[in-house]
């Protein structure tokens, strides 16, 4: 009778290639070894829910054999010789001392210590980064002895694989929780070729905050379209089944990852959007690749003078020995990239700050400067063409670097690319001609890939978010206003399925919304008093500081007067500008599968990344669930149930439209009463800053205390007298 077939093997299938077989639902190859075998099937996303159930207790079986078996292989013997004490059952090992007993005056550890000390080692270990032989190193060991002696270092095979599918699958829940419970999730795709050659497509969650998703190995498939588009459909799919709020896709702005987020994105009803990031460093590029002689000469020029002085030690090292005589605090070189357009700026900026100290090196004819370099660093002429370009291209570097982060958003984006059209509008062009040739390239470039900034959800945000409002959307008059106001008209028909409603004047109430949330917002300026007074009325606006709070903190706090205008500006807030988070995390990716480490398999590369790059911004599901992002009360989420689970039906709509969302009453009045709204009287110094102390503490109080704070707010005002 031959040996009985692992259960497992029934969702399998024989493969063409020795030694492995086919996974039925996913046809993916696992070689043929039970253990790999269930833990294929326990991540398999294609999997059904009951199967992934019976392979994940599978698994949770082989991990408490290994355990059992490191346990008491380290229990026999230690390496230094000590012998550790032996306990003949789990009663023996965590009863406590007797009294006289000799256990008293010996380390001694229990069981759960044991798995608790080791899933910290191996997190530390995760999350920092840490070689996995970091355990099997001797001074690591001798610290460990002289901290707990006790404490049985685990191996570093138990490191690799069972702690390291642990800290994953608690790690991946943990993550699960914050994403349910973020308001708007965007999934984001971008590609990348590790150490290895092997081609990654990563999966990034912003919901604002970026989370690592997955790293899928494209193996022999080529990159097109529909391949992508098969890729994005799975894990749309998988986000739903979990119950995350996808609202949006993006990606880099590569043709085959475009159409498939835009196929994609039509299919489900969702917002879609290339990489802003990308858009400003191309707009860089248009602006200092021209042909122009000056600025042409003036940056190969730039490079060539960073070139010499990193890469001949000897001009180093004088330079270096100049700024610690001088005491300079400049910054060293920066030698620019041909694809990072922002390096050429950060080149210039580097060169002008070391300006005195390469003058000095250079002239130095014991350093052995040439004299094309020395002539070229005395030419008063080239410093002047350097920092006019820098004069007028930085306020475009600095609204890349704001693109390029994961703090901004698109209302940020919007707000920068308006005053630097004005700021460039106003330059200096009497300085010289080379400000008079960057003004017209830089305008030139801007008009031509306005849109792919300007989008209309960006336009939308920039009109909600409380410190913004639009305001700069006024500078514009003509022809170009009447453009953004339609770009902005039009985000309203590209919200996705969730945020709408079946109202037959929904978008026209919209409209209203947004109107009056411009007029009921008042007007200040930062240098002026950051405060209100408390709204007379339920419709009107909780006084809040709109400068100390993010957005999205802001709503939370303040939105309360329209659910559905809320709703809409938590979304457009939580959406992120682009693939920049993929980009961070292929960089975590190149610094653990690196070159001294390339023999990592991707499945095991792909789990040590993921813990790296989320294992900082959760705790892993042991003990509480993690807080989730939004700041909403228990009555607001349970009254905004019904519009997250499906859209309300028409007798609904017209039951809302009375006047639970909105005033739709005030709308027509609200044009000649705006200047009577805006009319609060000014607040002194001391009441201002009693009240802001008031509500920075009382946000997490409940209604009655709140209530209890304003009506001692209304008492001091009231004693001051008229103010």
């Known amino acids: 009778m031959g040996r009985r077939e692992h259960p497992i093997r029934r969702f399998y299938a024989t493969s063409q290639t020795d030694g492995k077989e086919s996974c039925r639902f996913c046809h993916a190859e696992v070689v043929k070894m039970p253990e790999r075998l269930v833990n294929h099937i326990a991540g398999c996303v294609e999997a059904p829910s009951e199967v992934r159930a019976e392979a994940a207790a599978q698994r949770e079986g082989y991990a408490a054999r290994k355990r059992a078996r490191s346990v008491a292989s380290s229990q026999e013997s230690s390496p230094d010789g000590f012998q550790l004490p032996v306990y003949s059952n789990a009663r023996d090992r965590s009863a406590s001392p007797l009294p006289g007993s ?92 590790n150490i290895n050659r092997d081609a990654i497509i990563n999966v990034m969650a912003c919901a604002p905050e970026p989370f690592m998703v997955a790293a899928v190995e494209a193996g022999p498939n080529r990159q097109t379209s529909q391949y992508l588009h098969e890729l994005m459909e799975r894990v749309v799919v998988e986000m739903d089944r979990e119950g995350v709020n996808v609202v949006a896709l993006s990606s880099d ?37 021209n042909d122009h002689r000056d600025i042409k000469n003036a940056m190969a020029n730039a490079g060539q003078v960073s070139k010499v002085f990193r890469n001949n030690h000897i001009a180093a090292a004088a330079l270096k020995a100049h700024k610690q005589v ?67 291209l930085m306020p475009l570097y600095q609204l890349l ?84 106001v339609r770009k902005k008209e039009q985000a309203l028909s590209l919200l996705p399925q969730k945020l709408r409603s079946n109202h037959p004047q929904w978008e026209q109430m919209l409209h209203a919304a947004f109107g009056n949330f411009r007029l009921k917002l008042p007007k200040y300026k930062l240098s002026d008093s950051l405060m209100w007074p408390p709204a007379k009325n339920t419709a009107d606006f909780v006084p809040q500081t709109a400068d100390l709070l993010d957005p999205i903190s802001w709503w939370n706090e303040n939105g309360s007067f329209d659910r559905t205008l809320k709703k809409i500006a938590l979304t457009l807030f939580s959406l992120p500008l682009g693939s920049s988070a993929n980009e961070r995390n292929f960089s975590a990716f190149g610094y653990i599968l690196n070159a001294r480490r390339n023999r990592l398999g991707n499945d095991k590369a792909t789990k040590l990344v993921f813990l790296y790059f989320n294992g900082r911004k959760v705790t892993p599901t042991r003990g509480p669930q993690a807080e989730p ?3 909403q009360t228990p009555q607001e989420h349970a009254s905004e149930g019904r519009m997250q689970d499906a859209p309300l039906s028409e007798a609904e709509a017209e039951e809302v439209s009375e006047g639970e969302w909105y005033r739709w009453e005030d709308t027509e009045r609200n044009a000649e009463a705006s200047a009577e709204e805006n009319e609060h009287p000014a607040f002194t110094t001391d009441s201002t800053s009693a009240y802001m102390e008031n509500q920075l503490h009382c946000r997490d109080e409940d209604m009655e205390s709140n209530k209890r704070s304003e009506n001692e707010l209304d008492s001091g005002k009231e004693e001051e007298g008229d103010i």
């Not at 043709?255 to 498939?260: L, T, V």
């Not at 080149?347 to 370099?373: F, K």
């Not at 059209?421 to 003004?439: D, F, H, M, N, R």
């Not at 336009?459 to 639009?470: I, K, N, Q």
């Open 253 to 289: 702005n590569a043709s085959n990852m475009a159409s498939a987020r835009e196929s994609v994105a039509q299919k489900h009803g969702l917002l879609q959007f290339g990489c802003m990031a990308h858009w400003l460093n191309l707009l860089l590029r248009d602006v200092l690749d």
């Open 401 to 484: 670097r704001l693109a390029d982060s994961d703090i901004a958003t698109m209302a940020d984006v919007v707000h920068g690319w308006f005053g630097m059209y004005k700021i460039t509008k106003e330059a200096p062009i009497e300085k010289g001609p080379v400000y008079e040739v960057l003004q017209e390239l830089i305008l030139t470039h801007m008009k031509k890939r306005r849109f792919r900034i300007l989008l209309p959800t960006a336009l939308l945000a920039y009109d909600l978010h409380p410190l913004y409002r639009g305001e700069r959307i006024d500078w514009f008059q003509g022809k170009s206003f009447a453009t953004l």
């Open 326 to 392: 001088t005491q300079s605090k400049a910054p060293a070189l920066v030698q620019p990239c041909q694809t990072r357009w922002g390096t050429h700026i950060s080149c210039l900026e580097s060169l002008i700050a070391n300006r005195d100290d390469l003058t000095h090196v250079a002239v130095d004819r014991g350093v052995g400067i040439s004299d094309e370099i020395t002539s070229l660093l005395v030419n008063r002429e080239f410093w002047n063409t350097i920092k006019a370009m820098v004069t007028m």
């Open 629 to 631: 992002i939004t700041t």
């Open 102 to 193: 000799m256990q008293r005056y010996v380390d001694s550890m229990t069981a759960d210590a044991q798995g608790t000390m080791d899933r910290a080692l191996a997190r530390m270990v995760y999350t920092c980064a840490l070689p996995l032989s970091l355990v099997e190193q001797a001074g690591f060991r001798e610290f460990m002895r002289a901290a707990r002696p006790s404490y049985s270092i685990p191996t570093r095979a138990a490191l690799s694989n069972v702690l390291l599918e642990q800290e994953y699958v608690a790690t991946k829940d943990a993550v699960y929780i914050r994403l349910r419970d973020a308001p708007a999730v965007t999934l984001s795709f971008d590609g990348w070729t």
